[in-house]
């Protein structure tokens, strides 16, 4: 039974079509990397997973039940969905701790010394437990992407989220949250990433989702795809990127 | 029967100062209460929330202060059949008055919070009074301050209308010292140096908050 | 309640009241003119000006930014024949709304003027133009399209404040409805219909200027 379905997702926004009849199964444990252009539809396909955007047409099955986009039914799914954004969008008002544990304390009900704890187990996962009372303004973009992940990873999510998270980085700092990446799929996360990072993408992905004008092009194991594009818009998009993959 | 302009006079002007102090305090803790409602409610997803708010701060920032004190006046006498003092009646006005400004710098401050801070703080699951009360009023608040402490300068000086009305605070105090003394212009200087004193302070608190403010989070600012 | 609402006697009025209105435009309208010609000149001389000049600019605008436009009505009223000048009252509330405007205009206007990108400046230098020349025709003119809402916003604030100058016997609507209703004893319904008419000017006249806008420099320039 796979942990995430989505069948038959159709968005548009105003007259530009972003996603079109988009089918997509996700078993437990698996990764799945979603690649293509921008604009080819992938960051709005992720956010119609947890309910950040409403397909027009189609339904998303959350353990084989349809998910309840009501205001009530979206609260209980992102319990079990975690998203980590481009920008990390920690609060700034609040030091790393805090950020981890406000989840923990109000939507679950933890009490604040367990949220600690968890707080401190999460933050060990990427590798920053001394920065647990330091602000977010006094780390670097790679640091606060990490906490951003540690944030969700407190959550204890069946099923983690991930947009493009280090399209914002500066280059010396993308290793970091890719090694955090790496760690947490070969710990068997369930991961749904948009990511222009090929290297990761072919060593860490199960599957691999080509996106091209808001449909899904190509999908396959990564090794397959790379070696040999059926299409030629994945040919082309290979090549625009080979030299950056090749390294 | 002309007074010259003394000691006793200056203390006199002086003791009134307790009235514009005190009148601007009451409308700005009272207008403060009514605001913070306001702007709750402008950001809330109820369509008929949000107009009638509008209509509200629109009444008041879209009308003279004068108008809103005579109108309280009268108002008050014909729609209630009672006769109100000018203290209760001043009060009231410019709570009222207060409220609309300040639920509108709130709003605004509110609506400054960046869309991603809403989204960040859903899908931690977090509940819509959980969002305002953890992630965004807390954040607002601190970008509030400057435009709020303005906002008191200026309540500090609309409390001179209430002398219209013959509210006895300073500027009406200033008023009935120059028909006892015929000195305007020794009398209203002195009176506008004593706003000036109340205000500028203020003035400046609010400038050297928002240069602290922007540099600590990194807001950007536009015209 | 035993009041009986008689709004007949208010539009019996109406001609009172109209021109009434129309002379609170009139004198807003004269004031913000010759007001933003005195913003004009205190920013450039404020920016090129000679340090004392700009000192004394500076104290100008906090001096009037931190006390009550009605107290500065009062001095004004009063200073003008100490300085010779006979006026009637209406003058006197006009000068008094050039010099409140005035002050507010020039920081309005050093802020349109400050987000002016540095290379505009530089490019009309290297081409020969004198710093005045330089300010009329790269700098002003874009600095005015920018705080264009600022300075419209601006001049409803000072028609609304422009009912105060009735403390002083200027004529005007409050003027008028205050002496309307102190013969027909119908305060509430004057006053009513007056802040009504305030409001619907104030509407008005934002949408009015927001049509200028889009004339002046959205259609002429293409945004």
Same mark, same amino acid.
């Given at each position: 039974?796979?942990?995430?379905?989505?069948?038959?997702?159709?968005?548009?926004?105003?007259?530009?079509?972003?996603?079109?009849?988009?089918?997509?199964?996700?078993?437990?444990?698996?990764?799945?990397?979603?690649?293509?252009?921008?604009?080819?539809?992938?960051?709005?396909?992720?956010?119609?997973?947890n309910?950040?955007?409403?397909?027009?047409?189609?339904?998303?099955?959350?353990?084989?039940?349809?998910?309840?986009?009501?205001?009530?039914?979206l609260q209980a799914l992102r319990r079990h969905i975690g998203i980590v954004f481009?920008n990390y969008n920690l609060f700034p008002h609040l030091s790393v701790e805090r950020n981890i544990t406000l989840g923990l304390t109000e939507a679950k009900g933890l009490p604040l010394a367990d949220a600690k704890e968890q707080a401190r187990v999460a933050l060990?996962q990427v590798?920053l437990e001394?920065k647990l009372a330091a602000m977010p303004a006094q780390l670097?973009?790679?640091?606060q992407q990490r906490v951003a992940i540690a944030r969700s990873l407190a959550m204890q999510p069946?099923?983690m989220?991930?947009?493009?998270?280090?399209?914002?980085?500066?280059?010396?700092?993308?290793?970091?949250?890719?090694?955090?990446?790496?760690?947490?799929?070969?710990?068997?996360?369930?991961?749904?990433?948009?990511?222009?990072?090929?290297?990761?993408?072919?060593?860490?992905?199960?599957?691999?989702?080509?996106?091209?004008?808001?449909?899904?092009?190509?999908?396959?194991?990564?090794?397959?795809?790379?070696?040999?594009?059926?299409?030629?818009?994945?040919?082309?998009?290979?090549?625009?990127?080979?030299?950056?993959?090749?390294? | 029967?002309?007074?010259?302009?003394?000691?006793?006079?200056?203390?006199?002007?002086?003791?009134?100062?307790?009235?514009?102090?005190?009148?601007?305090? $009451?409308? #700005?803790?009272?207008?403060?209460?009514?605001?913070? &409602? @306001? !702007?709750? /409610?402008? %950001?809330?997803? =109820?369509?008929?929330?949000?107009?009638?708010?509008?209509?509200?701060?629109?009444?008041?920032?879209?009308?003279?202060?004068?108008?809103?004190?005579?109108?309280?006046?009268?108002?008050?006498? $014909?729609? #209630?059949?009672?006769?109100?003092?000018?203290?209760? &009646? @001043? !009060?009231? /006005?410019? %709570?009222?008055? =207060?409220?609309?400004?300040?639920?509108?710098?709130?709003?605004?401050?509110?609506?400054?919070i960046p869309q991603t801070q809403w989204e960040a703080s859903a899908c931690l699951s977090l509940g819509y009074f959980q969002q305002l009360r953890f992630v965004i009023l807390p954040q607002a608040m601190r970008?509030?301050?400057?435009?709020?402490?303005?906002?008191?300068?200026?309540?500090?000086?609309?409390?001179?209308?209430?002398?219209?009305?013959?509210?006895?605070?300073?500027?009406?105090?200033?008023?009935?010292?120059?028909?006892?003394?015929?000195?305007?212009?020794?009398?209203?200087?002195?009176?506008?140096?004593?706003?000036?004193?109340?205000?500028?302070?203020?003035?400046?608190?609010?400038?050297?908050?928002?240069?602290?403010?922007?540099?600590?989070?990194?807001?950007?600012?536009?015209? | 309640?035993?009041?009986?609402?008689?709004?007949?006697?208010?539009?019996?009025?109406?001609?009172?009241?109209?021109?009434?209105?129309?002379?609170?435009?009139?004198?807003?309208?004269?004031?913000?003119?010759?007001?933003?010609?005195?913003?004009?000149?205190?920013?450039?001389?404020?920016?090129?000006?000679?340090?004392?000049?700009?000192?004394?600019?500076?104290?100008?605008?906090?001096?009037?930014?931190?006390?009550?436009?009605?107290?500065?009505?009062?001095?004004?009223?009063?200073?003008?024949?100490?300085?010779?000048?006979?006026?009637?009252?209406?003058?006197?509330?006009?000068?008094?709304?050039?010099?409140?405007?005035?002050?507010?205009?020039?920081?309005?206007?050093?802020?349109?003027?400050?987000?002016?990108?540095?290379?505009?400046?530089?490019?009309?230098?290297?081409?020969?133009?004198?710093?005045?020349?330089?300010?009329?025709?790269?700098?002003?003119?874009?600095?005015?399209?920018?705080?264009?809402?600022?300075?419209?916003?601006?001049?409803?604030?000072?028609?609304?404040?422009?009912?105060?100058?009735?403390?002083?016997?200027?004529?005007?609507?409050?003027?008028?409805?205050?002496?309307?209703?102190?013969?027909?004893?119908?305060?509430?319904?004057?006053?009513?219909?007056?802040?009504?008419?305030?409001?619907?000017?104030?509407?008005?006249?934002?949408?009015?200027?927001?049509?200028?806008?889009?004339?002046?420099?959205?259609?002429?320039?293409?945004?």
């Open positions: 039974m796979p942990v995430l379905a989505l069948s038959g997702i159709s968005k548009r926004f105003g007259r530009h079509t972003a996603l079109d009849d988009v089918s997509l199964s996700v078993e437990a444990g698996e990764v799945v990397a979603i690649i293509g252009r921008s604009g080819s539809g992938k960051t709005t396909l992720l956010r119609c997973i309910g950040l955007e409403v397909p027009d047409q189609g339904d998303v099955f959350f353990d084989d039940r349809h998910v309840d986009r009501s205001r009530a039914g481009q060990r590798g001394d670097s973009g790679g640091q069946r099923l989220l991930f947009d493009e998270i280090t399209s914002a980085l500066d280059p010396e700092l993308v290793g970091e949250v890719i090694d955090v990446l790496a760690r947490l799929a070969a710990n068997g996360m369930t991961m749904v990433l948009v990511t222009h990072e090929m290297r990761f993408a072919r060593a860490a992905a199960d599957t691999l989702v080509f996106m091209h004008q808001g449909k899904v092009w190509e999908k396959g194991p990564p090794a397959k795809l790379f070696a040999a594009p059926a299409t030629a818009e994945l040919v082309t998009f290979i090549n625009a990127i080979l030299p950056v993959a090749a390294d | 029967m002309t007074r010259t302009f003394g000691l006793s006079e200056f203390l006199l002007i002086l003791a009134a100062v307790r009235w514009t102090i005190l009148l601007s305090l $009451v409308a #700005f803790v009272g207008g403060g209460i009514l605001g913070f &409602a @306001v !702007a709750i /409610a402008r %950001t809330t997803s =109820s369509r008929v929330l949000r107009l009638l708010t509008a209509a509200y701060i629109q009444a008041f920032q879209g009308t003279p202060v004068l108008m809103q004190l005579f109108l309280f006046y009268y108002g008050f006498a $014909v729609l #209630f059949d009672v006769q109100i003092d000018a203290w209760p &009646a @001043v !009060a009231m /006005a410019f %709570t009222l008055y =207060s409220g609309a400004f300040l639920g509108e710098i709130w709003r605004g401050s509110i609506e400054a970008i509030s301050i400057p435009p709020t402490v303005g906002f008191l300068v200026q309540l500090v000086k609309g409390t001179s209308i209430a002398a219209i009305v013959g509210f006895v605070e300073l500027t009406r105090a200033g008023q009935l010292m120059v028909n006892v003394t015929f000195q305007p212009m020794v009398i209203y200087p002195l009176v506008a140096a004593i706003y000036f004193a109340l205000c500028w302070p203020l003035s400046r608190l609010s400038r050297s908050l928002e240069r602290r403010i922007d540099a600590g989070l990194g807001i950007k600012r536009h015209l | 309640m035993h009041y009986a609402f008689h709004f007949n006697v208010v539009w019996a009025h109406w001609r009172d009241l109209a021109q009434g209105a129309w002379l609170t435009i009139e004198l807003s309208s004269l004031a913000m003119v010759l007001g933003l010609a005195v913003a004009t000149a205190c920013v450039y001389a404020k920016a090129a000006g000679p340090s004392p000049l700009r000192w004394a600019i500076a104290g100008y605008i906090e001096l009037i930014r931190n006390t009550p436009f009605l107290v500065q009505i009062f001095i004004v009223y009063f200073s003008l024949p100490a300085l010779g000048i006979s006026v009637g009252a209406n003058e006197a509330a006009v000068a008094a709304m050039v010099v409140n405007f005035g002050a507010y205009g020039t920081e309005i206007l050093r802020a349109g003027i400050e987000s002016i990108p540095r290379g505009q400046v530089d490019a009309a230098r290297a081409l020969g133009l004198t710093r005045l020349q330089t300010f009329r025709y790269v700098v002003l003119f874009p600095a005015l399209k920018t705080v264009y809402p600022a300075l419209a916003s601006q001049f409803i604030l000072l028609m609304l404040a422009s009912s105060v100058v009735s403390a002083i016997s200027a004529v005007e609507l409050t003027a008028v409805t205050n002496s309307l209703q102190s013969t027909t004893f119908r305060s509430f319904e004057f006053y009513f219909v007056a802040t009504g008419i305030y409001l619907a000017m104030a509407l008005g006249i934002r949408a009015v200027l927001g049509g200028v806008y889009w004339i002046r420099f959205v259609r002429r320039q293409g945004a």
